[in-house]
Structures are given as C-alpha cells and as structure tokens.
C-alpha cells in the first residue's frame, strides 16, 4: 500500500466520521469501530481475493457508506468501481467522498442495471455488507445473460437461500495489519461467496 492510499483511508475514515454525525450511514460512531468494520475488513478481503489483479468492474450493491466500495477504489485506482445507492442523501455523500478523494475510478449510480452500458466485458463482481441475500438476487438476475457469471461476495457468513453454481464462506483475518488484534485459529469476520450463471440455474 502507498502513502497516499493511506493517507486516502484516513481521510475516508474521518469524512465518514464527520458526516455521520449529520446524516445516519452507519451504526459505528467512533473512529476505531469505523476502522476495524468499515476499512480493515475490505482491506482484507482485498488483500485475500487479490483483487489488485483482478480486471473485472467491481459492484458495491448498497453501498451507502462507501464501504467497501470506496476502500477497493483507493487500492485499486485503475479498475472502475460502480457504487450503487437509490437515496439520494447517501448519493450525495458518496459523491462527496469520491470527489474529495479524487477518486476518478467511482461511478455513483442509482440502479444496478444502469452499469450495463457503462462495461465493455462480460463479467462483473458484486459485492455487499447490508443488502440481504433475496435482495441480492432480485438486483442480480436481470444483470443475466449479460453478464456472465455474476460474483457475488456478501460480508457475512450466511449462506444464499437461493441455487447457484457454487457458494463458499471465507474466513478472513486481520494478521497482516499491525494496528488489528489477531485471534489465534479465528477467522475475524467471514465473506460468503456465490456465483450465479443462468437464469434457469436460480
């Protein structure tokens, strides 16, 4: 990580702090909690999918906050993050955020649906802390044919109430993070994984 993509978390971090004093974009009110569930998590998750050499458009279904959308487009400032979010104040702060941020990879869109022009190959990844699996689904299936297959990670270890090809849950740790606690044989937070590939597999 470079010194001026942290130097970008930290000011994601307080940005965050600031706004959610005015307008409710998460339950974490102090900058360590903020940290710890908002950055580290998608840091590390990152880190253990390799995203850095992963081409495909990432998704952040839901993303109000910014997280992790806005945390995958400071590490990964030349692959196009799509943030989606349908209220309006939450639209603002993202936009607010990837402005300051100067952040020219992140496109705030309203519909998931609305990226289909915007990406030129065939396979997007989806990823989501709040959105719940059904709903996942729901803004998911239309992305099909078009896009195949669809990933989905969702942070969390619960596991889709839908069919897909494949599902696993990945345990992930904070180890390589000097600032984190680590937890010996503990995972520190869990992302399930799913992918979906035809309409008629759903």
């Not at 030349?78 to 989606?84: A, E, K, M, S, T």
Request: proline content about 6%.
């Amino acid at each position: 990580m470079t010194f001026e993509q942290k130097q970008k978390l930290g000011e994601y971090e307080r940005l965050l702090l600031e706004w959610n004093s005015r307008l409710r974009l998460t339950g974490f009110v102090t900058l360590d909690a903020i940290r710890r569930n908002l950055v580290l998590e998608p840091l590390s998750a990152s880190r253990y999918f390799s995203l850095s050499s992963d081409p495909h458009p990432v998704v952040d279904l839901g993303s109000g906050n910014g997280s992790p959308g806005l945390i995958f487009a400071i590490l990964n400032p030349d692959r196009p993050v799509y943030l989606i979010e349908r209220r309006q104040k939450k639209m603002t702060f993202l936009l607010y955020a990837a402005g300051k941020l100067n952040l020219s990879n992140v496109h705030v869109l309203e519909d998931i649906s609305m990226i289909r022009p915007l990406v030129s190959g065939n396979v997007v990844d989806v990823w989501s802390k709040a959105v719940s699996w059904e709903d996942l689904l729901k803004a998911c299936t239309p992305l099909l044919p078009r896009f195949a297959p669809v990933r989905i990670r969702k942070f969390g270890e619960d596991s889709p109430s839908f069919t897909c090809s494949s599902t696993a849950v990945h345990g992930i740790t904070f180890e390589e993070f000097s600032c984190s606690e680590k937890k010996s044989g503990l995972a520190d937070f869990y992302v399930t994984e799913a992918i979906l590939t035809s309409p008629d597999r759903l």
